[in-house]
């Protein structure tokens, strides 16, 4: 096993985990089994119990793992399936090894953090390196390791000191360092600065570890006398310096990394055995992707109705899977944020002009989504969303809160049940169209929801759904919730035009709603966007984009078979209207050009 350390230096959020996850994407591309290990030098167990505002969104894996979002960015450049254990805390270690000592496994010694916990951390490592991330089983060969945060950070000096000794542990040439650092531009000079990376730098070789490459992360682009100051003073040759400016696509960050020879540096150094040249259509897809985002023109506006919207991290992985949507289908996506609340009545009165605002913008949008949730703050925002899509055939996507909103809005307007609500909100309700899942354990909050990946039965024949996951008889999609739709009242929804279309194969709970007649609307009680690959979008999510641009009733009868060039010609129109986008004024679901780098994929 060959490992690749990634350490931060300067400062937080200069695209450590695309920089890391793009390590793994170029070394797949030569054919080697790549898996990731992320760790966040806190002490929670796992992001289970994490605010979105935060830490951004709890991204979960198929073992029902709630995780760092990093993780997402690794899962979805290297399309492999991550376990629990491949995300390592501090909380994590301390527990095992705190376990261990309650069982006496120390036989009477101190326990200390050198060398127990720092022991710990190197056998995890070791233990989950080796575990299979892909369908097929293979054992991987490299693992890159992310350290979260930067170097000198407390919390993470057990970490950095596991590392040195690793380092001698898995002997030279199975194990290499890579830094990634800032280079300031200041306005004032205009120059690019190296003094924070040769601080970063001196205090990461203080530590013991050596950078093997030095990963410069700076606004524009920075020459080669500054690569060549930055290899003197740092002690490294030049061409392991690399150079990582903003760039219009985080999927140019592979592509660049490539360029500066990092494919023969890590052949040598790891003694890969990769051939030094790379065949002239190497990683073709991956530039085409690059390419593709770079040139499309024309734009879908899709709404995200929810609750954190102050912070574009918290819906991460549904911002992900939109993109790759509609990159798919050939439209750039402008993702517009709206806060819930601003969508309710009391808004009305204590600040009118936000509540049209908000209005003005859902009602413009092309498409809208209502992602997952929990609490009562903004439910009723996103009901109001979801009637508005009903009523309008405006193509609409709900997700686990998503969808128990959209059912709880059609009883309230088609079943004239005014007071129907979810126990989550409103514990006396008279109408429980949503309720507590009877194994939901109500006395802890970590680790207590239904998660993971669980299979969904297909059932109806036609359904749209279906149709979009390529008519396969079930489906299996990762879950995290504690409230499922009350079975009591499906039979009336049912006979009032709204259709579950998919169960879950063990439990029979409701997994898919889908309305009759409608443009497309469609609501998971499962999370789709945790599955979505950029070069493999995720079915709702397509058919969202599809039926926002007008295409989606071409793509289904079409047997979903269109080449994605087809697919932007405006000959494939479905025959009912899309609004206009041009004139709209919206936020941009990317972060502004040139600082992409810094965000998740
Ligand atoms: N709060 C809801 C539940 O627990 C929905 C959860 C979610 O959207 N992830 O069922």
């Not at 290297?78 to 501090?90: F, G, M």
């Not at 209005?359 to 989504?369: A, E, I, M, P, R």
């Not at 126990?423 to 899942?437: A, G, H, K, Y």
Request: hydrophobic share 35%; aromatic share 8%; charged share 25%.
């Amino acid at each position: 096993m060959k490992y690749i350390l990634v350490t931060g230096g300067v400062i937080s959020g200069v695209g450590k985990g695309v920089i890391a996850s793009s390590f793994g994407t170029i070394l797949k591309h030569c054919g080697i089994h790549v898996t990731s290990i992320k760790i966040d030098p806190y002490i929670n167990i796992d992001a289970g119990t994490f605010s979105p505002y935060e830490h951004g969104e709890v991204y979960v894996l198929d073992d029902g793992g709630e995780v760092d979002l990093d993780l997402g960015n690794y899962e979805r450049f290297l399309d492999v399936t991550l376990h629990k254990d491949n995300n390592i805390t501090t909380g994590k270690i301390y527990q095992s090894v705190i376990e261990k000592e309650r069982r006496g496994e120390y036989l009477g010694k101190t326990v200390q953090v050198v060398p127990h916990i720092t022991d710990a951390v190197q056998e995890w490592v070791e233990r989950v390196a080796n575990h299979s991330v892909s369908e097929d089983g293979n054992k991987p060969e490299v693992c890159i390791i992310e350290l979260g945060g930067t170097i000198g950070d407390i919390e993470g000096m057990p970490f950095v000191e596991a590392f040195r000794q690793f380092q001698f542990r898995v002997k030279k040439e199975n194990f290499c360092c890579a830094h990634v650092s800032l280079i300031p531009q200041p306005r004032s000079t205009g120059e690019p600065k190296t003094k924070p990376t040769q601080s970063s730098v001196r205090e990461l070789r203080g530590l013991g570890l050596s950078p093997d490459l030095i990963i410069c992360r700076s606004e524009n682009p920075i020459g080669d006398t500054i690569k060549d100051k930055i290899s003197n003073f740092c002690h490294v040759p030049p061409e392991q310096v690399i150079t990582i400016h903003d760039l219009s696509s985080i999927y140019r960050v592979p592509l660049l990394m490539e360029s500066q020879g990092v494919i023969p540096f890590l052949s040598d150094r790891l003694q890969l055995n990769v051939g030094i040249q790379q065949p002239r259509n190497f990683m073709r897809k991956w530039r085409d992707l690059a390419e593709r985002i770079e040139h499309l023109r024309k734009e879908v506006v899709i709404a995200l109705v929810g609750k954190y919207t102050k912070l574009e991290d918290s819906y991460a992985s549904v911002t992900k899977a939109l993109q790759h949507a509609s990159v798919q289908v050939g439209y750039k996506l402008k993702l517009k944020y709206i806060e819930a609340c601003n969508l309710e009545k009391t808004k009305l009165q204590s600040d009118p002009v936000i509540y049209y605002e908000a209005w003005q913008q859902l009602c413009k949008s092309d498409g809208v989504v209502v992602p997952g949730g929990f609490g009562k703050r903004g439910m009723e925002g996103k009901i109001k969303a979801c009637k508005w899509c009903r009523t309008n055939n405006t193509p609409f996507l709900g997700i686990c809160l998503g969808m128990q909103a959209a059912v709880i809005e059609f009883a309230r307007d088609v079943l004239h049940l005014s007071n129907a609500n979810s126990t989550e909100i409103d514990n006396e309700t008279e109408n429980p169209l949503v309720i507590d899942m009877p194994e939901h354990n109500q006395g802890q909050m970590g680790g207590t929801m239904r998660l993971g990946k669980r299979r969904t039965r297909f059932s109806g024949e036609n359904s749209v759904i279906k149709q979009l996951y390529g008519n396969k008889n079930s489906v299996e999609e990762r879950h995290r919730h504690r409230y499922e739709i009350n079975p009591k009242y499906v039979g009336d929804l049912q006979a009032a035009g709204m259709k579950f279309v998919g169960h879950d194969e063990q439990s029979e709970r409701m997994e898919i709603v889908e309305l009759e007649g409608h443009s497309y609307y469609v609501a998971t009680q499962y999370h789709p966007e945790y599955l979505s690959r950029p070069l493999k979008p995720s079915p709702p999510f397509l058919g969202l984009i599809l039926a926002s641009v007008g295409k989606l009733k071409s793509y289904l009868s079409s047997g979903c078979r269109f080449s994605p060039a087809q697919l932007s010609d405006n000959d494939f129109d479905d025959d009912y209207p899309v609004e206009s986008t041009n004139s709209l004024k919206v936020v941009s679901s990317t972060k502004p050009t040139n600082s992409n780098v810094s965000g998740s994929d």
